[in-house]
């Protein structure tokens, strides 16, 4: 899933584990416990971070009920920070992963204590309202559209949004870019950073691509005084990248769950000719997702069980649509079934409906897939040393994700003999990602950003 331009940037490693993130800010208890055996990932605790160096967050406030979906914040009085977003993802054909972020983090940063104003480019008459594409913020409009904004963000360091978020009570206290659209502004800046995919690998990506997301990667070096990313894999490749640990703060995404009922189920596989149990993988078909090592993998597994293999999500790009072409005849006809992007409502029948759910991919951002699979009682099986292990901790199967023979025999054990156990425990595990507290990790961002 997209987050924030480019695919994500946690990688399964090649050698020994990286160091983490010597100076990373972390919020406490934030990130649930990842897998014991892992030796990448451990659980961080404040004492622990202190023999460390490490600068924690202190213990976030209860959780209060976010704004109700769709309703505009009434905000109060005397609020603690002011922060101007940019929020203009929203309005991008297809506003992905980060647009759910955005959308999910605004409307819940009331209840945190944050008073927020989003930023978007000037939009026509005919373009949807802010409340059309999900946001319950108040939202200011700069005189330039899009392209033209970014462009001048970029090149021109112009125009600055300090006077666009003024209002009766003053500019904003800080600007959060959320995405690399990164705004010329004044005030303390929070940017999150969901990955640095062009660095890891910018074969994947234009000329052009390329120049920009360097060049707003070097506008956060040098401007930005606190950086957000969603896991502690990507705070590593921030830091190998050359930003300052000591200005990372880990916040994982939350969970936005679409339950489906058994109706729902049925109709969704009677729709698509799905008769038999199924192993599902939800993505974008693109190289880092690896689905050349799952059709090798499905194709050991299918001819001695009764395991179909289901695959979600639009045509990428990239080299591998060849070599999946040609795997894909070497599983049993009737077992593979290809449905391309749902909705919805059906992606949550899809996920509800599945014996197991497998996402083996190199690296990614965060692994949302993984979460919505969990919190759905789908058995998990993904990619070991990467931040989906963050995400599944001891919940899910992990394996080598390049090793189709271990792929196999974990994908055969989730749908099998682990799977009322693995429902069980990520269920559970799921339920430890919320919205709420991301955005109360983001709030106590703000609040120490301004002060």
Known sequence: MLLGGPPGSCAAPSGPASPRAGGAQLVADALPPAVPSCPSFQPIRSARARRRGLQVVGALPPARPPCP???????????SVRVALVVEQMWQPVPGGSGRYIVEVASRLGAAGARALGIAAAHGRDEPSPASVGLTIPVVNSRLPRRLLYAAWDRAGAPGVDRLTAGPSGEADAVHA????????????????????????????TRHGNAYFR?????????????????????????AAGLDAARITVIPHGLTHTPASADQVRAFQEAHGITRPYILWVGTREPRKNLPTLLRAFARLAPASDLDLVLVGPAGWGEDATEEASLAEEIPAGRLHVLGRLGDADLAAAYAGARAFTFPSIWEGFGLPVLEA???????????????????????????????????????AAAGTDHDRLAAAGRERASLFTWEESARAHATVYQDLVR
């Open 215 to 239: 060049r707003a990667l070097d506008k956060t070096r040098r401007r930005a005084g606190a950086i957000i990313v969603p896991s502690r894999a990507t705070a590593d490749d921030c830091v």
């Open 69 to 79: 979906s769709g309703r505009p914040i009434r905000y109060p009085w005397g609020m």
């Open 178 to 205: 959320t995405t690399w659209a990164i705004p010329p502004t004044s005030k303390p800046l929070a940017v999150t950073v969901h990955d640095v995919a062009f660095v890891r690998d910018p074969a994947h990506f």
């Open 374 to 412: 969990m919190a759905h009682g789908a058995p998990v099986v993904t990619s070991a040393g990467t931040c989906m292990e963050e995400v599944a901790g001891d919940a899910g199967l992990l394996v080598d994700p390049v090793d189709a023979g271990a792929l196999a025999e974990a994908l055969a």
